[in-house]
């Protein structure tokens, strides 16, 4: 019944995308681009995402892949400064890892095209956290335009940062919004806080251009506060937050002086990205409800 609900084709997804709009830029590349236009006006940068994931055929893995391409060739042709999100599921990392790998090299070729040719790879649940890591270890092997997500309520995470810094690949850092059992993750907000500050330490002074993703004002004046104590240049490393989310905040980060780059989502599953982000969360939905009521 909820698949049905969230497939794309839906009567639930047609007559209640008002529902997201705040949320996700629109369907089609166009309306990612134009979202990315206001941003960057305001100072703010970008990484586009095209929803879906979780695909287990072929056709769809390279439909979506060359979906990616066409987004980079959008960003090249209009002068949006803008990368782009990849989620590992939605290119074919359920089909074989050889499979998302081999997309994914067809998209860090075109990338290196634009001025911006960085791709991130999102981090997903759990169950394909150690073969997200995998391939893209392989990839970075061979390019260096690409990244990875780490989630700070997992206990692995520490290992993985330090893992990444040795390695000098970039990294975005973000509390984690999967629900995961507590023999591998922690279960309250404030252990997550926690270890979410200890991982940004090492980055902030020992990494390379880390994504410091929160919109948590204990979190951000956490991060402030490490950079303040190490002498941090403002260059070295951006904030990042969710399209649609405390706008005002993102105004007043860039007035500061920071870096601040917005994970900008479009396309036609948008009530899976928010069933799966909000819905599976306690602590997602307040938030979401919450960020619905700033400015």
């Not at 920071?258 to 819905?279: C, D, E, K, L, M």
Request: hydrophobic fraction near 45%; aromatic fraction near 8%.
């Amino acid at each position: 019944m909820i698949e049905h609900l969230l497939s794309p084709d839906s009567p639930f997804q047609r007559r209640f995308f008002f529902i997201a709009r705040r949320f996700v830029a629109g369907e089609l590349i166009g309306d990612a681009v134009e979202a990315v236009t206001r941003l960057n006006q305001s100072g703010i940068t970008a990484s586009l995402d095209f929803l879906g994931e979780d695909v287990t055929d072929r056709e769809t893995a390279t439909r979506t892949t060359e979906t990616y391409l066409a987004m980079l060739d959008a960003i090249g042709s209009s002068g949006i400064r803008s990368n782009i999100s990849v989620k590992l599921t939605a290119i074919g990392l359920l089909i074989g890892d050889d499979v998302a790998l081999r997309n994914l090299e067809r998209i860090l070729e075109r990338a290196r095209a634009n001025p911006d040719p960085f791709v991130r790879i999102d981090m997903e649940g759990s169950a394909v956290t150690q073969r997200t890591l995998e391939v893209f270890e392989h990839a970075f092997a061979e390019h260096e335009n690409v990244g990875i997500v780490l989630q700070a309520l997992l206990k692995r995470t520490p290992a993985d940062v330090e893992r990444a810094i040795g390695l000098r690949a970039r990294v975005r850092l973000c509390k984690g919004a999967y629900k995961e059992p507590p023999s591998i993750a922690l279960a309250s907000m404030d252990d997550i806080r926690a270890q979410y500050l200890r991982l940004a330490e090492p980055l902030l002074t020992r990494g390379v251009y880390p994504g410091i993703a929160t919109h948590d004002r204990r979190l951000i004046a956490g991060v402030k506060e490490i950079v303040r104590q190490h002498g941090i240049a403002h260059d070295r490393f951006e904030f990042q937050m969710l399209y649609g989310c405390f706008p005002e905040l993102q105004r007043r980060i860039v007035a500061d002086g920071y870096n601040i780059r917005v994970y900008v989502p479009f396309g036609t599953h948008w009530a899976g990205y928010f069933y799966r982000r909000v819905a599976e969360r306690r602590e997602n939905a307040l938030f979401a409800l919450s960020s619905i009521f700033s400015k």
